[in-house]
């Protein structure tokens, strides 16, 4: 199993800004995913952190926008850059042991744009 | 590319009623994973089914995996407040590892 520290866990921004968001894992892992989850809708995937590589982004999701760092094996942050409210979602860690076993997810970083 | 369906977007029951949950997808799959998220929550790990056919029970919940590994379902038996959430299912296909997530049940108990 793993345990994923996520924070901040919400946040009000003001739209311009820029939001740092933190994953801590109680183990190492290879890779660790982030996602977007808006109100009352599903998980997208907005990129895949892999130590020692570039972050992997899903269509519709650049890195100008959403950097991610992925520094060790046990932590990365997805940064949300130059917000404005459409932005305003539910962020949301998550790793999995094996490519085939359930995924764990941090408590999610609710963000609001002003 | 892949893409898993999930029926319906929300279930309004009678506490006691029963609750089921589909998930269709595209392709076949490798495995699938059903998750739970409470208001508020994070999704949380159910279950997963890997084999064709497969049955799995846990109290309450019955989850089956079709015999063409494209389909899935999640049952759930006199439903309780302790139920409401919103249910996903995620399919992991034969060609990667990444999760394919349905949309999502979201289950109402009536008050």
């Known amino acids: 199993s793993a345990v994923i520290s996520q924070k901040p866990s919400r946040d009000i921004c003001q739209r311009g800004t820029s939001l740092t968001i933190q994953c801590q894992v109680d183990s190492q892992v290879t890779m660790m995913f982030w996602y977007r989850q808006q109100p009352g809708q599903s998980l997208t995937l907005i990129a895949t952190?892999?130590?020692?590589?570039?972050?992997?982004?899903e269509s519709g999701f650049v890195i100008d926008k959403f950097p991610i760092s992925r520094p060790n094996l046990t932590f990365s942050t997805l940064t949300v850059s130059n917000m404005s409210p459409e932005d305003s979602s539910i962020y949301l860690c998550?790793?999995?042991?094996?490519?085939?076993?359930?995924?764990?997810f941090g408590q999610g970083t609710r963000l609001t744009v002003v | 590319g892949q893409q898993v369906m999930q029926i319906p977007q929300y279930q309004h029951v009678q506490e006691g009623e029963d609750f089921t949950t589909y998930c269709n997808s595209s392709t076949t799959l490798s495995n699938i994973q059903w998750y739970k998220q409470r208001p508020g929550g994070h999704p949380v790990f159910l279950i997963q089914?890997?084999?064709s056919g497969e049955v799995k029970k846990q109290k309450r919940l019955t989850f089956q995996f079709g015999e063409a590994k494209k389909n899935s379902s999640l049952h759930i038996t006199a439903t309780q407040t302790t139920d409401v959430g919103t249910y996903f299912c995620a399919g992991v296909g034969d060609s990667n590892y990444q999760l394919i997530w349905g949309a999502g049940t979201k289950l109402i108990i009536k008050p």
């Open positions: 952190a892999n130590q020692g590589s570039e972050a992997t982004y």
């Open positions: 998550s790793v999995d042991t094996g490519g085939y076993t359930e995924a764990f």
């Open positions: 089914l890997v084999k």
